[in-house]
């Protein structure tokens, strides 16, 4: 049989579940994921190696109605991602009706050329019951009429590996982009600050987590002993800031227990975190503040009414 080897995309709103299905097939902790949506901020490979194949998949941030300059430079981060695949895997979430979101990515897929090889899966089947599946299903198949749905759990496992196999029988024929161990194109201090991010949504509420930014100002090796990571949490005002720390400090040791644990799961070694708080206001929709912060912007667009 052929090598093959490719880029499948993972398309998809934020929260139906992509860098969870990511994480399965690589079989290890690499993506953040978080119960709350924009979990993913940027495009990191994972790297599926395999006898007959490699599988680069392309995690990337939900497809969204922007509200801020962030969501745009998500957006096409995202969309580039999809244009540069050589297989696109559209995923939805069984426990909700179609969203105006899940619209937006049915829409901006539908329009990709034919020749496009393409698969669709909706995921957390494991959490409806049969009559609510059945319903949701045939909505959510209705969005792009003509791709080939697949039903799966990416938290369980039920139906990934079919959905693997399909994934891998649309790759075109080729070597390996890659080394055979290597998992991703991140950087082990980039991956921790997504940890770290997810870790802060995870534990916060309201409007407070879609208004962090994470950056890691210190990634000191020490040997066996792990290590040693300084990282500053970004807030948009100084209320926030006191949300983020909590009284006393509880909320911050909070999170930096549950990132640490991640980061020790991810890089396999034990880890010294050390985080303090920040603010930048505005900075989301301020495009220097987001340069600075590693964001790539599409060039100014006059604005929209509603949603924009
Ligand atoms: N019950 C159930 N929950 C799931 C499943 N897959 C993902 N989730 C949950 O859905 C939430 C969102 O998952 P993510 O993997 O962060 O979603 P995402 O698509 O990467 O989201 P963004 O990065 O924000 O675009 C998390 O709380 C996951 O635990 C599944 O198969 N079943
Ligand atoms: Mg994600």
């Given at each position: 049989m052929p090598h093959r080897s490719g880029y499948v995309a993972l398309a998809g709103r934020p929260s139906v579940g992509k860098s969870t299905l990511l994480n399965r097939y690589l079989g290890q902790l690499l993506a953040a994921v978080s119960p709350r949506p924009q979990t993913t901020r940027r495009v990191q490979l994972g790297i599926l190696t395999t006898t007959e194949a490699q599988i680069v998949f392309v995690d990337m941030p939900g497809l969204h109605l922007p509200r801020h300059r962030l969501g745009q430079a998500l957006n096409l981060a995202a969309q580039q991602?999809?244009?540069?695949?050589?297989?696109?895997?559209?995923?939805f979430d069984i426990t909700q009706d179609p969203t105006p979101e899940d619209r937006l990515v049915a829409e901006r897929l539908g329009a990709l050329p034919p020749e496009r090889r393409r698969h669709a899966a909706i995921n957390k089947i494991d959490a409806v019951g049969q009559a609510v599946r059945r319903r949701r299903s045939l909505a959510l198949r209705s969005l792009l009429p003509s791709w080939d749905f697949r039903e799966i759990s990416a938290a369980r496992g039920d139906g990934c590996g079919e959905l693997l196999n399909d994934l891998i029988h649309d790759l075109p024929e080729g070597e390996p982009f890659f080394p055979d161990d290597q998992v991703t194109d991140a950087f082990e201090r980039d991956i921790a600050a997504d940890l770290i991010r997810a870790a802060a949504m995870t534990q916060l509420h309201q409007?407070?987590?879609?208004?962090?930014?994470?950056?890691?100002?210190?990634?000191?090796?020490r040997g066996a002993d792990g290590a040693r990571i300084r990282a500053t949490l970004f807030v948009e005002r100084e209320s926030q800031k006191g949300i983020?720390?909590?009284r006393g400090g509880e909320r911050l040791k909070a999170i930096g227990t549950e990132a640490r644990r991640e980061i020790e799961a991810m890089s396999g070694r034990s880890c010294y975190l050390e985080l303090r708080v920040e603010v930048l206001p505005g900075w989301r929709s301020d495009p220097r503040a987001l340069a600075s912060l590693g964001f790539r912007l599409p060039p100014e667009e006059p604005r929209h009414g509603g949603a924009g």
């Open positions: 991602a999809v244009d540069d695949a050589d297989v696109v895997l559209a995923l409007e407070v987590p879609h208004s962090l930014a994470v950056r890691v100002d210190e990634y000191e090796e983020v720390i909590g």
